[in-house]
């Protein structure tokens, strides 16, 4: 155990440098700061796909190392979206109030410029004043503070109350689906105090930057969210390394026997929940930025669904398997949906990709989980002539399991 | 309004003139009366013309019925060559006339007669005054409609005439009518205090409509505020506390409302006094760069009012103390405190009895909605509850057997045939695609539920899609037959449709077939060995992989059923599994997996719970998933192997 956290993972630093190398491309490339050869939309497009990735990353720590299917980290990742959007919103809103206010004969008082955000904002719902979860809207760093804090203690509650009651397997997935829709639908309240079915828009406009063009705040959001992915993965790859990595590893392979053992499994498991969740909720807040509206459709069960589904098809158990596979899966279905794919003519009957694609999609999903296990990463092991040991199907004994996972790496 | 209004005027009208006429002189005949308000008639209104239709109506000359219905009818008219009133039949080519006595007046033709044409609300005026005249007509019918018109427009002046009427009521069941209107008009409008208590207790415990909306305008009241000290006259309901019963600002507007108090200045009032009162970029002396808070305005304001040129107005400090200077209180319009106390307690009783049958009402919806979730769930019962498979395709399979609902609709138009066609047909489809999925992915995937969780959650989403593309997105419809519309009524307020009950029906079958099948078959046997240990009942003759097979067809056959009666209330579209999947697997894992008993409890709680929930806030049934969803959540933590437990051998792990 004396080697560096570098030679143990061998994958930190092939990810960063393609990472950045990719980074400087788009920005070489962009209309900002090169030759203008890829559009404002698609580099919004490529930075969205990188906070993807970031929150498939937290995916993998939590099913791919811990075991533990989440079907709920996509509501963290948009409750995440909804903290920093209510920010962009407020803050946004208030410059067009106090414009408006000032042409009038008297200044404006305080109560007058929170009535006026208040109308603009929740007009559409017809409420006019501040709900209180709005109370740290006017300020960023704390509405930052609360991108963290609010997905962080409500996975810290529900974890705590699904682990320590030792819900596990497809009971947890269910119940994490469960807490899902409840939130969803919670939001589509009008009087939950989010603007309901109608979300938080207009999020591309950066308070303090409407002097700054789309096509150089795109830039720069990639940036943010390629730092934040290359910063997520050398976290995430310290966490699984170390002692504690073995421990959740472990957890997965057989729950029982670590408890035995005497660690406290709960504990672990909740961390790990956590954690991954904030990490969610950070990829989130950069997200929607890009994206420039947020509603609760966002946070339906389907889409926590097919995050596990990148997760999934790109190789679990890997971290750069779940960016592959989160940037795979992510930009072929906006070529597909977008209409850009060619359809295929049969001669009796035309195949139009967008109406096709999902069940493309679905096949290949069952093929993956049939067949490749391992998702795209196994591609790895075969260029590195690699092979998991074949042992007929029999169970793999308790140490034989850690030093497959570690074969497996190498 | 209109009716009140109509019923105040004739109040008025009908008693003051008529005791006139009949004082003052022998009872003119109906033709006189008619002659003498010549211009009234000619061109009448409903404000004026109330005191000639009550002379009419009060001449005793029969021949004024007749006048009176003619005119309603459009069968009164002017002869334009000597301005006489007669009474007209129209023929093919003019009138048969007949004077207003009632003999024979020749015939005209079109353009020498002006008929006349009474707007809607003299019509109604007449016909309120008709009604007398028809509480003793021969024919029941028009007794019934006479009826009808007084519950519909009751007024003081009709209880007369229908008290006379009931002696000589022939038929019971108008009668028992006549009785009871009575008594609804005697509670509202008889002068004797006594009377219409007795009235009005003789109505306890009676749930009708007519007697609620007959008790709501005696008990109807009116806010009012008087200074403290001096008396309030009218029949005072209660006190009204400021700040509890109803706010400051309330209670303050009240007082302005009614003189007692200056207005009180807004912001926006205050704000636009002092912009008008700006001077060298000040106002009062106060510069205006200070008068972003609101303290420096109300400063400057009143600077203002010292000086003189803004009207005094309250200030929030005022208003405080204007209010506690004054008692609020709550009085009913009806002046009779004896019988406010006694409609209030039949009001009261009333509205016990209306609680508790809106409690049985909202037992049958919780019922009916528990059926719905179990009917849902038992497919998933078998396939995940027995067999510890999680298929999210469970939801498609419904949607495919609402579906092939819909496609025999298409081939067969009569709707009681096709359903029959359709049923054991959408067991057969689903039960195929179960079989084909559990062949070619599931008994591949036995070993790993989490993956089986993902690859048929790629089944479904490419179902979904497949649904999609054959059918569109836009909703089909899945008709019931005509015995199944209406609703199984058991007074106003409890009833329960039949196609909700035809599903109670059914879910209650399949609660048997399942029983049956688990515990009286060979095939039910075998899947509870083949669950319990593959490989010992695998020793014992039993092919797992066969029955593992059926059962998982079985499942989804009893899904594709459960699909039919789901699209018989609800809209058939490609996303009618998806609403159902959730709460399908709440259904199971609530009630306990591998136990059927479970899922029935289960069904039963998340119904109950979801219908409870929805009656503390019937405008948001989101809310009420909401909270269900979360209520589950926390009920998992008490009892995490569910409602019914499987304990030993049979709970396996």
């Given at each position: 155990?004396?080697?560096?956290?570098?030679?143990?993972?061998?994958?930190?630093?092939?990810?960063?440098?393609?990472?950045?190398?990719?980074t400087?491309?788009v920005t070489v490339l962009s209309e900002a700061y090169g030759?203008a050869f890829l559009s404002t939309s698609f580099i919004k497009t490529l930075g969205k796909t990188l906070c993807?990735?970031?929150?498939?990353?937290?995916?993998?720590?939590?099913?791919?190392?811990?075991?533990?299917?989440?079907?709920?980290?996509?509501?963290?990742?948009?409750?995440?979206g909804?903290?920093i959007g209510?920010w962009l919103m407020?803050a946004r809103?208030?410059g067009?109030?106090?414009?408006?206010?000032?042409?009038?004969?008297?200044?404006?008082?305080?109560?007058?410029?929170?009535?006026?955000?208040?109308?603009?904002?929740?007009?559409?719902?017809?409420?006019?004043?501040?709900?209180?979860?709005?109370?740290?809207?006017?300020?960023l760093?704390?509405?930052l503070?609360?991108?963290?804090?609010?997905?962080?203690?409500?996975?810290?509650?529900?974890?705590?109350?699904?682990?320590?009651?030792?819900?596990?397997?497809?009971?947890?997935?269910?119940?994490?689906?469960?807490?899902?829709?409840?939130?969803?639908?919670?939001?589509?309240?009008?009087?939950?105090?989010?603007?309901?079915?109608?979300?938080l828009s207009g999020l591309q406009n950066i308070p303090g930057l409407a002097d700054v063009s789309q096509d150089r705040i795109s830039v720069w959001f990639l940036w943010a969210s390629a730092f934040a992915l290359?910063?997520?993965?050398?976290?995430?790859?310290?966490?699984?390394?170390?002692?504690?990595?073995?421990?959740?590893?472990?957890?997965?392979?057989?729950?029982?026997?670590?408890?035995?053992?005497?660690?406290?499994?709960?504990?672990?498991?909740?961390?790990?929940?956590?954690?991954?969740?904030?990490?969610?909720?950070?990829a989130g807040a950069l997200y929607y930025p890009q994206a420039g509206i947020i509603?609760?459709?966002?946070?339906?069960?389907?889409?926590?669904?097919?995050?596990?589904?990148?997760?999934?098809?790109?190789?679990?158990?890997?971290?750069?398997?779940?960016?592959?596979?989160?940037?795979?899966?992510?930009?072929?279905?906006?070529?597909?949906?977008?209409?850009?794919?060619?359809?295929?003519?049969?001669?009796?009957?035309?195949?139009?990709?967008?109406?096709?694609?999902?069940?493309?999609?679905?096949?290949?999903?069952?093929?993956?989980?049939?067949?490749?296990?391992?998702?795209?990463?196994?591609?790895?092991?075969?260029?590195?002539?690699?092979?998991?040991?074949?042992?007929?199907?029999?169970?793999?004994?308790?140490?034989?399991?850690?030093?497959?996972?570690?074969?497996?790496?190498? | 309004?209109?009716?009140?209004?109509?019923?105040?005027?004739?109040?008025?009208?009908?008693?003051?003139?008529?005791?006139?006429?009949?004082?003052?002189?022998?009872?003119?005949?109906?033709?006189?009366?008619?002659?003498?308000?010549?211009?009234?008639?000619?061109?009448?209104?409903?404000?004026?013309?109330?005191?000639?239709?009550?002379?009419?109506?009060?001449?005793?000359?029969?021949?004024?019925?007749?006048?009176?219905?003619?005119?309603?009818?459009?069968?009164?008219?002017?002869?334009?060559?000597?301005?006489?009133?007669?009474?007209?039949?129209?023929?093919?080519?003019?009138?048969?006339?007949?004077?207003?006595?009632?003999?024979?007046?020749?015939?005209?033709?079109?353009?020498?007669?002006?008929?006349?044409?009474?707007?809607?609300?003299?019509?109604?005026?007449?016909?309120?005054?008709?009604?007398?005249?028809?509480?003793?007509?021969?024919?029941?019918?028009?007794?019934?409609?006479?009826?009808?018109?007084?519950?519909?427009?009751?007024?003081?002046?009709?209880?007369?005439?229908?008290?006379?009427?009931?002696?000589?009521?022939?038929?019971?069941?108008?009668?028992?009518?006549?009785?009871?209107?009575?008594?609804?008009?005697?509670?509202?409008?008889?002068?004797?205090?006594?009377?219409?208590?007795?009235?009005?207790?003789?109505?306890?415990?009676?749930?009708?409509?007519?007697?609620?909306?007959?008790?709501?305008?005696?008990?109807?009241?009116?806010?009012?505020?008087?200074?403290?000290?001096?008396?309030?006259?009218?029949?005072?309901?209660?006190?009204?506390?400021?700040?509890?019963?109803?706010?400051?600002?309330?209670?303050?507007?009240?007082?302005?409302?009614?003189?007692?108090?200056?207005?009180?200045?807004?912001?926006?009032?205050?704000?636009?006094?002092?912009?008008?009162?700006?001077?060298?970029?000040?106002?009062?002396?106060?510069?205006?760069?200070?008068?972003?808070?609101?303290?420096?305005?109300?400063?400057?304001?009143?600077?203002?009012?010292?000086?003189?040129?803004?009207?005094?107005?309250?200030?929030?400090?005022?208003?405080?103390?204007?209010?506690?200077?004054?008692?609020?209180?709550?009085?009913?319009?009806?002046?009779?405190?004896?019988?406010?106390?006694?409609?209030?307690?039949?009001?009261?009783?009333?509205?016990?009895?209306?609680?508790?049958?809106?409690?049985?009402?909202?037992?049958?919806?919780?019922?009916?909605?528990?059926?719905?979730?179990?009917?849902?769930?038992?497919?998933?019962?078998?396939?995940?509850?027995?067999?510890?498979?999680?298929?999210?395709?469970?939801?498609?399979?419904?949607?495919?057997?609402?579906?092939?609902?819909?496609?025999?609709?298409?081939?067969?138009?009569?709707?009681?045939?096709?359903?029959?066609?359709?049923?054991?047909?959408?067991?057969?489809?689903?039960?195929?695609?179960?079989?084909?999925?559990?062949?070619?992915?599931?008994?591949?995937?036995?070993?790993?539920?989490?993956?089986?969780?993902?690859?048929?959650?790629?089944?479904?989403?490419?179902?979904?899609?497949?649904?999609?593309?054959?059918?569109?997105?836009?909703?089909?419809?899945?008709?019931?037959?005509?015995?199944?519309?209406?609703?199984?009524?058991?007074?106003?307020?409890?009833?329960?449709?039949?196609?909700?009950?035809?599903?109670?029906?059914?879910?209650?079958?399949?609660?048997?077939?399942?029983?049956?099948?688990?515990?009286?078959?060979?095939?039910?046997?075998?899947?509870?060995?083949?669950?319990?240990?593959?490989?010992?009942?695998?020793?014992?003759?039993?092919?797992?992989?066969?029955?593992?097979?059926?059962?998982?067809?079985?499942?989804?056959?009893?899904?594709?059923?459960?699909?039919?009666?789901?699209?018989?209330?609800?809209?058939?579209?490609?996303?009618?599994?998806?609403?159902?999947?959730?709460?399908?697997?709440?259904?199971?894992?609530?009630?306990?997996?591998?136990?059927?008993?479970?899922?029935?409890?289960?069904?039963?709680?998340?119904?109950?719970?979801?219908?409870?929930?929805?009656?503390?806030?019937?405008?948001?049934?989101?809310?009420?998933?909401?909270?269900?969803?979360?209520?589950?959540?926390?009920?998992?933590?008490?009892?995490?192997?569910?409602?019914?437990?499987?304990?030993?051998?049979?709970?396996?792990?």
């Amino acid at each position: 155990m004396t080697r560096t956290y570098l030679a143990r993972n061998p994958s930190v630093l092939w990810f960063l440098l393609i990472l950045s190398l990719f980074t400087l491309g788009v920005t070489v490339l962009s209309e900002a700061y090169g030759v203008a050869f890829l559009s404002t939309s698609f580099i919004k497009t490529l930075g969205k796909t990188l906070c993807l990735c970031l929150a498939a990353l937290a995916m993998d720590l939590i099913w791919g190392y811990a075991g533990i299917l989440s079907l709920g980290h996509m509501a963290f990742f948009a409750l995440g979206g909804y903290m920093i959007g209510m920010w962009l919103m407020y803050a946004r809103t208030e410059g067009i109030v106090i414009t408006a206010l000032s042409n009038e004969a008297l200044p404006a008082t305080a109560q007058e410029i929170q009535n006026g955000i208040a109308g603009q904002i929740f007009g559409v719902v017809g409420a006019s004043e501040l709900p209180s979860v709005w109370l740290f809207a006017h300020s960023l760093p704390l509405q930052l503070m609360l991108v963290v804090l609010v997905p962080g203690i409500l996975a810290l509650i529900f974890g705590w109350l699904a682990f320590r009651s030792r819900v596990t397997g497809v009971y947890l997935s269910i119940l994490t689906q469960a807490m899902t829709l409840a939130l969803a639908l919670y939001l589509f309240q009008n009087d939950s105090g989010l603007r309901g079915n109608n979300g938080l828009s207009g999020l591309q406009n950066i308070p303090g930057l409407a002097d700054v063009s789309q096509d150089r705040i795109s830039v720069w959001f990639l940036w943010a969210s390629a730092f934040a992915l290359g910063l997520g993965y050398l976290l995430v790859a310290w966490v699984v390394s170390g002692k504690f990595g073995s421990v959740i590893r472990a957890i997965r392979d057989d729950e029982a026997r670590v408890r035995f053992l005497g660690y406290s499994v709960e504990g672990y498991k909740l961390f790990v929940f956590t954690l991954t969740a904030i990490i969610a909720a950070i990829a989130g807040a950069l997200y929607y930025p890009q994206a420039g509206i947020i509603n609760p459709a966002e946070l339906a069960p389907i889409a926590s669904i097919y995050l596990a589904v990148w997760v999934a098809i790109g190789g679990r158990g890997r971290l750069y398997g779940a960016v592959i596979g989160a940037a795979a899966v992510s930009l072929l279905s906006s070529w597909f949906t977008g209409g850009r794919a060619p359809s295929i003519n049969l001669g009796f009957y035309t195949i139009n990709w967008v109406d096709w694609w999902l069940i493309l999609l679905g096949l290949s999903f069952v093929g993956v989980t049939l067949f490749a296990p391992k998702g795209i990463g196994g591609l790895f092991d075969l260029l590195q002539g690699l092979r998991s040991p074949d042992r007929k199907g029999a169970a793999l004994g308790p140490d034989d399991g850690s030093l497959m996972e570690k074969e497996a790496k190498e | 309004m209109r009716a009140a209004l109509a019923a105040i005027v004739l109040a008025l009208l009908s008693l003051m003139p008529l005791a006139a006429l009949a004082q003052t002189s022998p009872p003119l005949s109906a033709v006189q009366i008619v002659e003498d308000n010549r211009a009234q008639i000619e061109k009448p209104s409903r404000q004026t013309i109330g005191p000639v239709i009550a002379g009419l109506a009060g001449s005793g000359d029969p021949q004024a019925l007749v006048i009176l219905s003619a005119w309603a009818n459009r069968g009164l008219g002017v002869r334009k060559s000597d301005g006489a009133f007669v009474l007209i039949s129209e023929t093919a080519d003019g009138y048969v006339l007949r004077a207003l006595d009632g003999s024979d007046a020749g015939t005209a033709a079109r353009a020498d007669i002006t008929e006349l044409r009474p707007n809607a609300g003299v019509r109604g005026v007449i016909a309120t005054a008709l009604v007398q005249f028809n509480l003793s007509d021969p024919d029941p019918a028009r007794r019934a409609d006479a009826l009808t018109t007084i519950a519909r427009d009751p007024a003081p002046e009709l209880l007369d005439p229908l008290r006379a009427s009931i002696d000589a009521e022939t038929d019971p069941v108008l009668r028992a009518r006549k009785d009871r209107l009575n008594r609804l008009l005697t509670l509202r409008f008889d002068p004797d205090s006594a009377t219409r208590i007795a009235a009005v207790e003789s109505f306890s415990g009676d749930l009708g409509l007519d007697l609620r909306g007959a008790l709501n305008p005696l008990l109807a009241t009116t806010r009012r505020a008087a200074p403290l000290g001096t008396a309030i006259d009218g029949n005072i309901a209660r006190d009204l506390k400021p700040g509890s019963d109803l706010t400051e600002v309330e209670a303050y507007d009240l007082l302005v409302a009614a003189n007692l108090a200056p207005a009180r200045l807004t912001p926006a009032e205050l704000k636009s006094a002092l912009a008008a009162n700006i001077t060298d970029g000040a106002v009062a002396g106060i510069p205006l760069a200070d008068l972003n808070t609101q303290a420096a305005r109300n400063r400057a304001y009143t600077a203002l009012e010292v000086a003189g040129t803004v009207p005094v107005a309250a200030t929030d400090e005022e208003v405080t103390q204007i209010v506690a200077g004054h008692r609020f209180v709550l009085t009913y319009s009806e002046p009779d405190t004896a019988v406010t106390t006694a409609a209030q307690a039949v009001l009261t009783g009333i509205e016990v009895k209306l609680g508790a049958m809106q409690m049985a009402d909202l037992a049958l919806d919780a019922l009916s909605l528990a059926s719905i979730y179990f009917l849902a769930a038992i497919g998933l019962a078998i396939t995940f509850g027995v067999m510890r498979v999680i298929n999210m395709a469970h939801g498609e399979f419904i949607m495919m057997g609402a579906y092939t609902g819909y496609v025999v609709q298409l081939f067969i138009p009569n709707y009681t045939l096709s359903l029959i066609v359709a049923l054991p047909l959408a067991f057969l489809v689903t039960f195929a695609a179960g079989v084909a999925m559990e062949r070619l992915v599931i008994r591949h995937l036995y070993k790993r539920p989490l993956e089986t969780l993902l690859a048929t959650f790629g089944i479904s989403i490419a179902l979904q899609q497949l649904a999609k593309n054959i059918f569109g997105t836009q909703a089909r419809p899945l008709t019931s037959p005509a015995w199944l519309d209406g609703a199984l009524t058991f007074n106003d307020i409890v009833s329960i449709s039949y196609i909700r009950v035809a599903i109670f029906v059914l879910a209650l079958v399949f609660l048997m077939f399942f029983l049956w099948l688990m515990k009286r078959t060979r095939l039910g046997l075998e899947v509870r060995a083949v669950t319990q240990n593959p490989s010992m009942a695998a020793s014992m003759g039993i092919n797992p992989d066969r029955i593992n097979m059926l059962t998982f067809g079985l499942g989804s056959g009893i899904a594709g059923i459960a699909g039919i009666a789901i699209g018989l209330f609800a809209k058939v579209t490609s996303e009618l599994g998806n609403d159902y999947i959730v709460q399908s697997f709440m259904t199971v894992v609530v009630g306990g997996v591998g136990n059927i008993w479970g899922t029935l409890a289960g069904a039963l709680m998340i119904g109950t719970l979801q219908k409870g929930i929805e009656w503390f806030n019937p405008s948001n049934t989101l809310a009420a998933q909401t909270y269900m969803i979360l209520f589950i959540i926390l009920f998992i933590q008490f009892r995490p192997r569910g409602i019914i437990a499987l304990k030993g051998r049979a709970a396996g792990d």
